[in-house]
């Protein structure tokens, strides 16, 4: 049976509720018949403990829901307690107060009683769920049994206190008891003093002891693994000891020991993968067990110096200032709009997501236009070390992932020596030459670069000396190359391929002005407010001293065009007068020009078609002739052509072929007269399919005695049924036109999409004439008297002198 307090009745035993002063506990639970000591700062609960002491000792003890809270509220505190007697006060010479209470019996707050010193509150008896004898005596041994197998592994806990223990009869005293010589969670505690159910509280209380049993079992097992790594660590620090005073005694250097020890701290303070710090922890036992002077201890420590040398989670700061990114571009580099607008856009992504694998491009382009200073451009405006590789004439696959430690003299890869030099794991990364590896018996490089260059397999690139994973993909990859069929395809597949078309004669003379000029003025010893070239002068060196797709000829002419000066001014001893490189002075300081600037035909002609060509270094002027002659109907094609060419040719005789009587043309042309197809320059290989309305133009200008315009360019791929096909070059092909003086150019009509890239002060020069049909090119090229027709529907001009010919 429960025994019922006393504390709440009257004389007559009925019940009655009481007012008492409140003390709110921090980190605290006070169960009945617990003592407990407190020691108590604020100063309403000095008042409350003070107003105690002066009437009966009694004062309610209940805990806070928050122990941060320094000026609880009426919401703060829990609304079940403990009534404890204060047995002692004691006064700290800091104004704080020691108590010693004994909680006596639980209760619950009805209401707060105003009090303006300190809370106090009026309760009434908390009333428990009585449980019958048997489950009260099942539940008591059980606690008691848990109890005492507890105390064994806890040797805080007296035997006196046990035996206190199993002599309380009571269920609600022993399980109060109890629960305060556990240190269960606060929370643990507040629930167990409130639990109304006996049955409940004692089930709950010895769920918490069984808890508390095991955490305090896991808690010995770790001293335990603890202590016997701490005797190993002292045996293995006693016997070292004793081996470097064997040592000493002998006169053996320690300078071993001390290196290894450096080594140890090496490895301890470098960040790196799970997997290479377990492996370097692996070779570095391996290494204290070996002998200096032995060849594999040179072999194992050189592999471990790679391995903390690398810049595993080292990065540089990328920068998010995409302003500031696209000034640096445009210093740097004139034109180059595409990649410029890649590298803008990839930045903005990246200021956007923080982490975003570093993309791949491959700058494709003729030499000298920029692809590799444009790489080092890109290093700049994003912040980012650069790191450049070149595989011109890389045949082994082992240049890329290393070789296996097994061999002598086994180093990493170039790609892992690369980043070593680096310092960091982010840097701009230029495979330069990339189309220009060879394979032979010992591998294909490029077949390893497919891993290195795979966005989705790059994140762990096993290198073969290291043979750990490595993270490539915070890496900037970008690769140069001159022709894009020479790189493998799978290999063009990971890259984003941006072709670099060569620089036009504008772009060329404002990165002379604005870049090339001030360069070679300040490297050859003179003063840019001495020395200037004029707009004609560096078109001439263009037009006549330099043929390429890039600037590089272009700079070299300018230097040399500098050092005469300089050498004229320091001759002269006069190096503050002032310079001025013009068109005819460029002839003085190069000699005679070294190149044929295209230019129109001064006068119409017959069988004389001006076609325009790609060229590596740009657009050309490509002259088509054709003359007739009496035969047996042979074609002849001559001017170094390609099979390409040669086709196009024989399908622009069978169209003319096919269209011979509506244009006036004898239908048996064929079969009375040889056709000669002459492409000058002879010396130059040519082909492709562009040049088939040209040399169309061409035959029907011949055979018909009609002149073709001098002052109209043309280009485009003649099907036989005279269909005008695409071609590619377009915006070179025009610039060389208007370069030319022409006035007028032909072009496929399906080439509309690329007009826009053609700038604005050469399209306003130059009248574009988008064509469909072959019978559209004729009409536009070929000399018309006014009113006069080129197609005619009867028969062909010759048919009808032959008709009126006597007969023989």
């Not at 047995?87 to 704080?96: A, C």
């Not at 009026?122 to 009585?130: I, M, S």
């Not at 206190?161 to 109890?178: E, M």
């Not at 395809?489 to 870049?515: C, N, S, V, W």
Request: a positive charge; hydrophobic letters at 40%; one cysteine or more.
């Amino acid at each position: 049976m429960i025994n019922i307090p006393k504390i709440f009745k009257n004389d007559d035993d009925s019940s009655q509720n009481l007012i008492l002063p409140l003390l709110p506990l921090r980190d605290i639970v006070v169960f009945p018949h617990m003592v407990a000591p407190l020691f108590v700062g604020r100063t309403k609960s000095i008042s409350a403990l003070s107003d105690a002491m002066s009437k009966d000792k009694n004062i309610f003890l209940t805990t806070q829901s928050r122990a941060g809270i320094d000026n609880p509220g009426e919401k703060d505190v829990s609304t079940v307690g403990t009534v404890g007697n204060v047995l002692q006060l004691l006064k700290l010479p800091d104004g704080t107060v020691k108590a010693l209470v004994e909680g006596k019996v639980r209760a619950n707050i009805v209401r707060f009683v105003s009090s303006s010193d300190f809370f106090q509150v009026e309760l009434e008896e908390f009333q428990e769920e009585d449980v019958s004898l048997s489950e009260s005596e099942a539940l008591k041994r059980a606690i008691i049994k848990s109890f005492e197998k507890y105390s064994k592994t806890n040797k805080n806990i007296s035997k006196e206190i046990i035996t206190n223990i199993t002599g309380i009869f009571d269920p609600s005293k022993l399980a109060d008891t109890v629960a305060a010589h556990f240190s269960f969670k606060i929370s643990d505690k507040q629930k167990l003093l409130e639990i109304v159910s006996l049955k409940e509280r004692l089930t709950f209380l010895l769920k918490l002891i069984g808890a508390e049993i095991e955490i305090f079992n896991v808690e010995q097992r770790i001293k335990g693994r603890v202590k016997n790594q701490m005797e190993k660590t002292q045996k293995n620090y006693y016997l070292n000891e004793q081996m470097r005073a064997i040592k000493k005694e002998m006169g053996a250097d320690d300078g071993q020991g001390d290196e290894l020890k450096e080594l140890e701290k090496k490895i301890r303070r470098k960040r790196m993968s799970k997997e290479a710090a377990s492996k370097v922890r692996q070779e570095f036992k391996k290494l204290k067990m070996m002998t200096p002077m032995s060849a594999e201890a040179t072999v194992v420590r050189n592999y471990i110096d790679w391995i903390i040398s690398l810049p595993w989670f080292d990065k540089s700061r990328i920068n998010e200032d995409i302003v500031r990114a696209e000034e640096i571009l445009n210093e740097d580099h004139y034109g180059l709009e595409k990649p410029k607008e890649r590298i803008l856009e990839y930045l903005a992504v990246q200021v956007l997501i923080k982490k975003i694998r570093g993309p791949i491009l491959c700058l494709v382009g003729p030499p000298g236009v920029g692809k590799t200073s444009l790489a080092k451009s890109i290093a700049r405006a994003t912040g980012r070390k650069f790191v450049r590789l070149s595989l011109g004439g890389v045949r082994d696959e082992a240049e890329i992932r290393g070789h296996r430690r097994t061999y002598i003299g086994a180093m990493p890869g170039k790609i892992i020596q690369s980043l070593k030099k680096a310092g960091v794991n982010n840097p701009v990364f230029c495979l330069d030459e990339v189309d220009k590896m060879s394979m032979d018996f010992r591998g294909d490089p490029s077949a390893a670069l497919l891993e290195v260059l795979d966005p989705e397999q790059n994140n762990s690139f096993n290198d073969h000396y290291l043979d750990i994973d490595y993270d490539l993909s915070d890496i900037l990859f970008v690769t140069t190359a001159n022709t894009l069929p020479d790189i493998p395809l799978p290999l063009q597949d990971r890259m984003e391929i941006i072709k670099l078309a060569g620089y036009t004669e504008i772009e060329k003379y404002h990165i002379g002005e604005e870049f090339l000029v001030p360069k070679q003025i300040k490297m050859n010893g003179l003063q840019e407010k001495n020395m200037a070239f004029s707009k004609n002068s560096l078109l001439t060196i263009i037009r006549l001293y330099t043929r390429e797709a890039g600037v590089r000829n272009l700079e070299r002419e300018i230097a040399s065009i500098c050092r005469k000066i300089a050498r004229e001014a320091v001759q002269n001893n006069d190096r503050d007068k002032n310079y001025h490189t013009t068109s005819k002075s460029v002839q003085k300081h190069l000699g005679p020009p070294r190149f044929r600037f295209g230019r129109a035909e001064e006068e119409d002609q017959v069988g004389l078609v001006t076609g325009l060509a790609w060229t590596q270094v740009g657009g050309e002027l490509l002259s088509v002739e054709t003359v007739i002659m009496p035969g047996k109907g042979d074609l002849n094609i001559t001017g170094k052509l390609g099979d390409v060419m040669k086709e196009s040719a024989r399908a622009a005789v069978s169209y003319v072929r096919s269209r011979s009587g509506s244009l006036g043309i004898d239908r048996q042309f064929y079969n009375k007269c040889d056709i000669h197809i002459h492409v000058p320059e002879g010396a130059i290989p040519k082909d492709g399919p562009s040049a088939g309305i040209s040399m169309c133009t061409s035959i029907v200008s011949a055979l018909t005695g009609r002149p073709v315009l001098k002052d109209v360019a043309m280009t485009g791929e003649i099907t036989l049924r005279g269909r005008v096909l695409p071609i590619g070059g377009l915006k070179e092909k025009i610039l060389a036109a208007h370069r030319g003086e022409m006035k007028k150019v032909l072009v496929p009509k399906e080439n509309q999409k690329d007009l826009k890239d053609i700038p604005t002060s050469i399209s306003k020069n130059v009248e574009i004439v988008l064509v469909e049909k072959m019978d559209e090119v004729l009409t536009q090229s070929l000399v018309l008297k006014e009113g006069e027709s080129l197609f005619k529907e009867g028969g062909s001009r010759l048919e009808n002198v032959l008709g009126n010919l006597p007969a023989s």
